[in-house]
């Protein structure tokens, strides 16, 4: 796909901005929707072109892209009346990278199917920092032809990009992800807060643990916000509580137990009952200190 489209974002965020910017910088023509317009003004002052509502966008876009809050959200903007599937054009490309029920995103290319459009289910990880950098992981569920065209953009926004499998297995995929990282976070909360109540240097302490068998995303980035009491969202725990709903429900459909992701969830939980809900992830740590 050499030529340039134009393309449809919905969701300016926390990342949503940063990725559609990196869609600007490779050149395509860019419409925008977001339902508090303020947060798409640095992408309208940039060139970005502003749409009132979600059907305009998708029927003046030949790829629409949503990163938006909640299931309840996407299948809002997906398969309401006047939604992206009742106004985008046959042939044209819909690429949902919201963290959603796989069902939803098996559902969503059924009706996509029906109407000659293509879809792609295609979660996300990396936080603030790899939506910034352009180095995010990209989860994606769908057909191979879609993948194949779409690939371009993809990795204008990504590093590690990889089909998963047909509708539904991205959001799998990120399912797996949020799992792996919900244990891993209460593990680096746990091992530094311990580092602190034994006197010793948190700093210090985690040179020489983020290189080992230790290692991780979290401990590497996410940890040293913790020692700077730095809780700003890379990601909100509204959201990685949603993310978490969605997994719990998704395993016990497959039959499968997840305590240590029951157990995060409830901490988070209580965190967000304290009126932490718009914290980053790694406001986890307060809950250690209390």
């Given at each position: 796909m050499?030529?340039?489209?134009?393309i449809?974002?919905?969701?300016?965020?926390?990342?949503?901005?940063?990725?559609?910017?990196h869609?600007?910088?490779?050149?395509?023509e860019?419409?925008?929707y977001?339902?508090?317009?303020?947060?798409?003004?640095?992408?309208?002052?940039?060139?970005?072109?502003?749409c009132?509502?979600v059907?305009?966008?998708?029927?003046?876009?030949?790829?629409?892209?949503?990163?938006?809050?909640?299931?309840?959200?996407v299948?809002?903007?997906y398969?309401?009346?006047?939604?992206?599937?009742?106004?985008?054009?046959?042939?044209?490309?819909v690429i949902?990278?919201?963290?959603?029920?796989?069902l939803?995103?098996?559902?969503?290319?059924?009706?996509?199917?029906?109407?000659?459009?293509?879809?792609?289910?295609?979660?996300?990880?990396?936080?603030?920092?790899?939506?910034?950098?352009?180095?995010?992981a990209?989860?994606?569920?769908?057909?191979?032809?879609?993948?194949?065209e779409?690939?371009?953009?993809?990795?204008?926004?990504?590093?590690?990009?990889r089909?998963q499998?047909?509708?539904g297995?991205?959001?799998?995929?990120k399912?797996?992800?949020?799992i792996?990282?919900?244990?891993?976070m209460?593990?680096?909360?746990?091992?530094?807060?311990?580092?602190?109540?034994?006197?010793l240097?948190?700093?210090?302490?985690?040179?020489?643990?983020?290189?080992?068998?230790?290692?991780?995303?979290?401990?590497?980035?996410?940890?040293?916000?913790?020692?700077?009491?730095?809780?700003?969202p890379?990601?909100?725990?509204?959201h990685?509580?949603?993310?978490?709903?969605?997994a719990?429900?998704?395993?016990?459909?497959?039959?499968?137990?997840?305590?240590?992701?029951?157990?995060?969830?409830g901490?988070y939980?209580?965190?967000?009952e304290?009126?932490?809900?718009?914290?980053?992830?790694?406001?986890?740590?307060?809950?250690y200190?209390?």
């Amino acid at each position: 796909m050499g030529e340039k489209k134009v393309i449809g974002f919905i969701g300016t965020g926390v990342m949503g901005k940063s990725m559609a910017k990196h869609l600007m910088n490779g050149g395509h023509e860019l419409n925008v929707y977001n339902r508090t317009k303020e947060k798409a003004v640095e992408l309208l002052n940039n060139g970005a072109n502003w749409c009132g509502t979600v059907a305009e966008l998708a029927e003046k876009s030949d790829v629409v892209i949503t990163i938006v809050g909640f299931p309840s959200d996407v299948e809002g903007v997906y398969l309401g009346l006047n939604g992206i599937l009742n106004h985008a054009r046959p042939g044209s490309y819909v690429i949902d990278m919201t963290t959603s029920k796989p069902l939803l995103a098996k559902k969503i290319s059924d009706e996509a199917k029906k109407k000659g459009i293509f879809a792609l289910d295609a979660p996300v990880s990396g936080g603030d920092i790899g939506a910034r950098d352009g180095k995010l992981a990209i989860m994606v569920g769908g057909e191979k032809e879609a993948f194949d065209e779409m690939h371009p953009i993809f990795s204008l926004m990504g590093e590690n990009i990889r089909l998963q499998g047909p509708a539904g297995s991205g959001q799998h995929t990120k399912m797996a992800n949020q799992i792996a990282i919900a244990s891993t976070m209460m593990g680096a909360c746990e091992a530094i807060v311990y580092a602190k109540k034994a006197g010793l240097d948190q700093r210090e302490v985690l040179k020489s643990i983020e290189t080992g068998a230790a290692g991780s995303f979290t401990l590497s980035k996410l940890v040293p916000r913790m020692i700077d009491g730095d809780f700003e969202p890379g990601f909100y725990i509204k959201h990685f509580i949603k993310d978490m709903k969605i997994a719990i429900d998704s395993a016990e459909e497959l039959g499968l137990k997840t305590p240590g992701l029951t157990v995060a969830k409830g901490l988070y939980e209580q965190l967000a009952e304290q009126g932490e809900e718009n914290s980053g992830t790694q406001a986890l740590y307060k809950y250690y200190l209390q």
